[in-house]
């Protein structure tokens, strides 16, 4: 007579993940502290940061931060020891032009440094996010790009963030076809959601829910998709994503004047008219500008967004829907959450009721 067999013992994987105190860094953390309950059994992951600067939210879930530079190797080696899958998020979004070089170092040489460490380490895969803004962007609203679409380089020449995002994944690419490292890269559009306490990510939105972007240009066309449904995807892609392959992720293609539109009703704001042409857009932001430094910020006209404006950033996320089970949530309830959040965030409910009290 044979006993009974105890309970199986899971063995926790170990990871890392860089950028963990971003926008989408704290969504995948989350996830990933978060049990998953299957057959009676409850498993999770054992998570290490790669950070800059400690972070309450991680201190909160008593995550093990390593503090210090990305592109410093003894510090990627001293992150990377036992760890099994790397989540590599960190990143400096930046429109501004002097930011170009601070934006290559953490994107191309960060990113270099961190997989030679993980090639020596041994890791069993890195997912690496990058942004569809690498080959989704066209000037024509007809191109609708997929993952076979080649790299943009010239159209992004003048944008220092995509271009160094370009570089990022040719280095990671190059990595692994030299050291066999697992690598699978992620193309989310443009991440929006609740929770963007730096404004990363959701700066244009931000501008309209405060009514600061009065204009648009003509034409233009945006992508958007979750930032929830994002870190859901970064943990599907470390276990059902194919070595080597890259995956679009973008719930939604949007005009430019729909989208602003759509988030101005949301925030019973008047929606952003378009604009005749770029070069007058720029000539009325430099007379605004004193008015952006007014608000606390530089003109939100500035050059690269109103270029960027301009084109259209229409993806297919068809492959990473059959792939890895993506299955993005209502876009609407997307740009709700994200207005609301900002709302709260900068009490502008509280400060437009007090408004419409005092001139009733």
């Known amino acids: 007579m044979t006993g009974a067999k105890g309970p199986s013992v899971v063995t926790m994987p170990r990871v890392l993940v860089t950028g963990a105190s971003g926008f989408l860094g704290k969504y995948v953390v989350n996830a990933l502290c978060a049990p998953e309950v299957t057959a009676g059994t409850s498993s999770g992951a054992h998570v290490r940061a790669l950070v800059r600067r400690p972070a309450l939210h991680l201190d909160r879930l008593g995550i093990q931060s390593v503090l210090g530079d990305i592109a410093n190797e003894s510090v990627c080696t001293r992150a990377l020891d036992g760890i099994d899958t790397v989540y590599h998020l960190a990143g400096l979004v930046s429109r501004r032009d002097e930011d170009a070089s601070a934006m290559y170092r953490v994107h191309v040489d960060g990113t270099r440094c961190l997989l030679r460490a993980a090639a020596a380490a041994r890791v069993r895969r890195v997912i690496v996010v990058s942004t569809s803004g690498t080959l989704a962007v066209s000037v024509d609203a007809q191109t609708i ?3 076979d679409t080649p790299l943009r ?9 995509y271009l160094s995002k370009i570089y990022q994944e040719e280095t990671a690419l190059e990595i692994a076809a030299a050291t066999g490292l697992d690598i699978v890269i992620l193309n989310p559009s443009l991440l929006l959601g609740p929770g963007d306490e730096r404004s990363s990510s959701t700066r244009d939105v931000e501008n309209v829910v405060r009514g600061r972007l009065p204009v648009i240009p003509r034409g233009g066309g945006v992508s958007f998709v979750d930032v929830r449904d994002v870190a859901t995807m970064c943990l599907a892609a470390a276990e059902r994503g194919r070595k080597g392959e890259r995956y679009l992720l973008g719930a939604a293609n949007m005009t430019l ?7 101005a009703r949301l925030a ?6 378009p604009w005749v042409s770029s070069s007058a857009l720029l000539r009325a932001g430099r007379l605004l500008d004193g008015l952006g430094r007014l608000w606390g910020g530089a003109s939100v006209l500035d050059r690269q967004s109103v270029e960027m404006a301009e084109h259209y950033w229409y993806l297919d996320a068809s492959k990473a829907t059959h792939e890895l089970g993506f299955a993005p949530r209502d876009p609407h309830i997307t740009l709700h959450d994200t207005v609301r959040d900002i709302e709260q965030r900068h009490n502008l ?11 009733s």
Request: charged letters at 40%.
């Open 153 to 161: 380089r010239a159209l992004v020449s003048r944008w220092p963030y």
């Open 349 to 359: 409910r509280a400060r437009a009721s007090r408004q419409e009290e005092r001139s």
């Open 145 to 147: 790009s997929r993952e």
């Open 268 to 273: 019973g704001r008047a929606a952003p008219r």
């Open 257 to 263: 004047e729909g989208f602003l539109g759509r988030v």
